[in-house]
């Protein structure tokens, strides 16, 4: 009965939709209503899930809106997202920014003229229930006539959520600090970093500093981007928690100052997560392009040579280099766009750079991920292929125009850290459309999650997938049921978490019934079950009393593990760390849980006892 009633929940499960597609046409509907929906944001949430925002003109004038989906690809607000802003904006949009907060809190910040004609900037903070932490209207970061662009925003180890943009009238970089419950730190406009004498800094950038509650940043920016002819150079510096910079005394550091980085190019950069930074552009001499990475320690000191290691040595063009980093092994791994110097031809390649030693990890030339030929590859995307602290990799994500004129694909390769192909490429979208602003982020079980603005219906939407870390379309929720019936006393076993490759999970077992004084415990992960959920009854080992039945819902006549766990006593329960191994061939694995308290006095009331059971489906 009990593996029959399994098997009918088994085949429910598979049968009911899911929402990440498991095929690359058609692909999830993200933002798809009237008008047109631009400019994608993806930030990755903690539960396996994901924000996704962007610029949409439904109402006659551009509104920010937002989405939240779970781990399986489910929306969590309305259909075609939450209205965040409907402020008036101009005809056309510059860049704006979006995360997600250690609480699971999405940041945003962008601009609009609810002020008057110019540009000003606002952050919102909307909770997981899309509650509106910073009120209705968000926060305004500056009320000026000045111009100010593109904004960025990241969250310091002391939890303060720390803004950034440039400001045209006053040729300045502005930083702003806003406590998570919305407390602004600095007065006005906030905190101005001014630019070179007679320059106009550009495209702002900030991610976190040192870890452990510090709040310092680290601000980076373009020298000059007023005209063609001003010197755009690379510069950064850190700052503590009151504003105060730390670095070169105080004097902003040059990153890059060779010669000019194109006009409208965005160096990126991401945090060394040890007080520093690690940045990637590219530039020109001649007709001929480069790409570079430096690495800033936490010291201010320039790791690599003065301005910065190239990615490769070949005598071809490199363009739009993104990065992701590895803080454990101090490693940039690193793909770009390479193309023939005519630029009539175009390839992917990626490299790993090390910040020991300095070398070029894979070979002089990097690695190709796509072969240079007359099919257009535009600028990779990239996230990391392990979000952790030690990050095992990287997935690079592009928009080919392999379908026709202007009819691109999205393309996902993925690569462990020895450069070799973690999962066949994936064509992500095959559906023969006009794409624009491809963005990606990595839950921490390694699902790439990517959207884009797509023309398929004319206007663009904004359409969405997920690749798991095994390199399959869509993904598989992680699941976890704890027995509610039969003979185990409810409460001797909580599971909190989910059983995600990857994520830790903490199990918890006691004796609320109070029948054994003092016990240790045993848990017991086997890969088959007798019965689920009220198992198999055995005399003498149920909690309940002297004698008394409990159900055994684990099966320790096949391979099973055994975790001794720490002694407790009556009612009481004790927390055990699990981390599920990191393996895309353990997703969708059946797994049963169950507790064993055996109690350690003399002439026990009851000596052993068994605990509810827990059936996990390890996801994606």
Known sequence: MHRQALLALSLLAATAPAQWPTTSSPNLPIGATTGEQVLPKVAATGDGGCYVGWFDNRAGSYA???????????????????????????????????????????????????????????????????????????????????????????????????????????????????????????????????????????????VSGVTLGAGDVVVSWVRGTSSFLSPRHIHAQ???????????????????????????????VLPDRFGGAVFAWHFAVGSQFSARVQHISSSGTEVHPHNGIDVSSSANSKFDPAIVWSPSTSEALVAWNERNVAQTSWGIFAQKVSSVGGGLQWGATGVQLLPIDTTVKFAPVAAPLRQHDQNDGIAVGVLV??????????????????????????????????????????????????????????????????????????????????STCGNNPPGSLVVTGRPAVGTTMFWEMGNPVGTQRFAVGFYFLAFASPGFPCGVPIPGFGMNGPGAPGDISVDITLPHIVIPTTVFGPGLTVPHAFTMPWAGSLIGL??????????????????????????FVTGS
């Open 590 to 615: 059946d797994l049963w849980l169950q507790g064993l308290a055996v109690d350690l006095n003399p002439n026990p009331t009851v000596p052993i006892a068994v605990t509810q059971a827990a059936h």
């Open 401 to 482: 125009e392999s379908l026709g004129l202007l009819q691109k694909s999205v393309q996902l390769f993925g690569l462990d850290t020895n450069g070799v192909p973690a999962f066949a490429p994936v064509t992500v979208s095959t559906f023969a459309s006009d794409k624009l602003r491809l963005a990606m982020a990595a839950s921490e079980s390694g699902t790439q999650m990517l959207a884009w603005s797509d023309l398929r219906s004319g206007a663009a939407d904004v359409f969405g997938a997920a690749v798991d870390l095994r390199g399959q379309l869509g993904t598989v929720p992680a699941t976890v049921t704890v």
């Open 64 to 206: 920010v809106y937002l989405q939240r989906y779970d781990a399986a690809g489910q929306a969590l607000f309305a259909a075609n997202g939450l209205l965040v802003s409907g402020n008036p904006q101009q005809s056309s949009l510059v860049d704006w920014d979006l995360i997600c907060d250690r609480a699971d809190h999405c940041v945003l910040t962008f601009t609009d003229i609810r002020a008057g004609g110019d540009l000003d900037v606002y952050a919102y903070r909307i909770a997981p229930d899309g509650t509106f932490v910073w009120g209705a209207n968000g926060i305004a970061l500056s009320n000026n006539a000045d111009f100010e662009p593109n904004p960025r925003v990241c969250q310091a180890w002391d939890d303060d959520l720390v803004f950034v943009w440039s400001n045209s009238g006053t040729a300045t970089v502005q930083m702003q600090r806003v406590a998570p419950d919305g407390t602004v730190r600095f007065a006005g406009d906030g905190t101005a970093i001014p630019g070179d004498a007679g320059q106009t800094p550009g495209f702002a950038n900030v």
């Open 238 to 268: 850190r700052f503590d928690a009151l504003g105060q910079p730390l670095w070169n005394g105080g004097t902003r550091i040059a990153v890059f100052d060779q010669t000019s980085i194109p006009i409208a190019h965005i160096p990126k």
